[in-house]
């Protein structure tokens, strides 16, 4: 044994926890599974409620009634995550009760148990969507948050595709071995059950919670602590979000600029293939521009997303005021619609992780939902009536005006 030789101890090198971790691999899982089985049920439920005889009117007090539930309850929700500080037992309570509601579609014979059951699942949406943000925010380093909602929300929007194109095949075989006109909707209800349910098993298998701080503030004064650039930034989120209309607005345009060439019917096929193309720019661009994000910065790539949707609604207005009927200029419109909503999903979720630490992180989620949401229900109403009561111009109009000037407040922020 030879002594007085001493083995040099090699550094350690600090090696950066990966962004694509099991957490963030099972929240877009997770996403995917749940997402499937939503799209499945909305893609057929006007024919469902059609089939029942139920009005049109009634369908829209059911949607917006779900969705104003969806948006308030995210504010609570993401309070109460941040009090208690564990948000994975109530996430997963979220996907339980979206999973159960899809079920409910298929006893439904009547619209009190459609409204009952739509509530319900957006219930669950609204509650878990906070807490799965937070929950993600906190499993990536701060410089990879734009990649893992990115990642995130590409595998929501790959289950919009799927799902739509599932719920048509499912309806299309089961149609000519009906006993009645609703059996081949209840059948294809109760096949909704099996992604969404894997959603709930997958979230909670994959998702591991670290510990975080709890917030001993009341709900007003957890308001009030929330911090100021939050605040400004949250002025430009609200003025383009009560222009960011729903997307079915977008089918119908294409509808009616393309119907006096192509016939109605025809036409609707054509705009639902349009807005598979638009689902195809928001699920391709969601990773990408969130990646981006963490080399580039979100201000200015979350200000280009608006700066997109305010070029779409002002493609659609020149195509009213002129008739367009190029397929190849709708689908572009189709496009850049896609991209703003994949700019807007990604990164105002990362910004604000950003912009707001725990244990405030649950509250400024549900915050940033409420927002939205009160914005998606008032650009809704406002673009429709503005639609029906003057024209389609004057709708595009108010949309391309707001979504400018939110897109000029957001870069102002700092």
């Known amino acids: 044994m030879k002594e007085g030789i001493q083995t040099a101890k090699r550094p350690a090198v600090e090696s950066?926890?990966?962004?694509l971790n099991r957490n963030v691999v099972g929240m877009g899982l997770t996403s995917f599974l749940s997402d499937v089985g939503h799209e499945m049920v909305t893609t057929l439920l006007p024919g469902f409620l059609a089939v029942l005889g139920v009005s049109a009117a009634a369908l829209g007090v059911v949607e917006g009634v779900a969705d104003s539930v969806s948006s308030f309850v995210k504010l609570g929700s993401g309070w109460i995550s941040d009090r208690f500080g564990h948000r994975k037992p109530m996430a997963v309570g979220g996907y339980l009760l979206t999973a159960v509601s899809n079920g409910l579609f298929a006893l439904a014979h009547g619209w009190p148990l459609v409204l009952a059951a739509r509530t319900l699942g957006w219930f669950g949406r609204g509650f878990r969507t906070p807490l799965r943000n937070a929950l993600l925010a906190a499993s990536v380093p701060e410089?990879?948050?734009?990649?893992?909602?990115?990642?995130?929300?590409?595998?929501?929007?790959?289950?919009?595709?799927?799902?739509?194109?599932?719920?048509?095949?499912?309806?299309?075989?089961?149609?000519?071995?009906?006993?009645?006109?609703?059996?081949?909707?209840r059948n294809v209800f109760w096949l909704t059950l099996i992604p969404a349910l894997g959603s709930v098993l997958t979230f909670s298998i994959l998702i591991r919670e670290k510990p975080s701080a709890r917030s001993p503030m009341k709900f007003w004064a957890t308001l009030n602590a929330m911090p100021g650039p939050f605040r400004r930034f949250l002025v430009g989120v609200g003025i383009f979000g009560v222009a960011d209309y729903a997307r079915t607005l977008l089918i119908l345009a294409a509808t009616q600029l393309?119907?006096?060439?192509?016939?109605?019917?025809?036409?609707?096929?054509?705009?639902?293939?349009?807005y598979v193309g638009h689902n195809l720019s928001y699920a391709g661009f969601s990773y990408p521009v969130g990646a981006l994000s963490d080399r580039l910065g979100r201000r200015g790539l979350?200000?280009?997303g608006y700066v997109a949707g305010a070029l779409a609604s002002l493609g659609f207005m020149a195509a009213f005021l002129w008739q367009v009927q190029s397929l190849i200029f709708l689908l572009l419109l189709f496009g850049l619609a896609g991209f703003s909503i994949a700019a807007e999903d990604a990164l105002e979720n990362a910004l604000t992780a950003d912009l707001v630490g725990d244990p405030l992180r649950g509250t400024a989620f549900g915050v940033l939902g409420t927002v939205n949401g009160v914005g998606d229900l008032v650009a809704s109403v406002v673009v429709g009536v503005l639609w029906t009561a003057l024209?389609?111009?004057?709708?595009?109009?108010?949309?391309?005006?707001?979504?400018?000037?939110?897109?000029?407040?957001?870069?102002?922020?700092r």
Request: glycine residues 12%.
């Open 143 to 185: 410089e990879a948050r734009g990649r893992a909602f990115g990642f995130e929300r590409a595998g929501d929007t790959l289950g919009a595709i799927v799902g739509p194109l599932l719920a048509v095949g499912l309806l299309a075989y089961f149609h000519p071995h009906a006993s009645d006109p609703s059996s081949p909707f």
């Open 16 to 19: 950066k926890p990966r962004w």
């Open 391 to 413: 024209s389609p111009v004057a709708a595009f109009a108010y949309a391309t005006v707001l979504m400018g000037l939110g897109a000029v407040v957001l870069y102002r922020v």
């Open 258 to 274: 393309l119907t006096v060439a192509h016939g109605v019917e025809y036409a609707a096929q054509i705009a639902g293939l349009l």
């Open 302 to 304: 979350l200000t280009l």
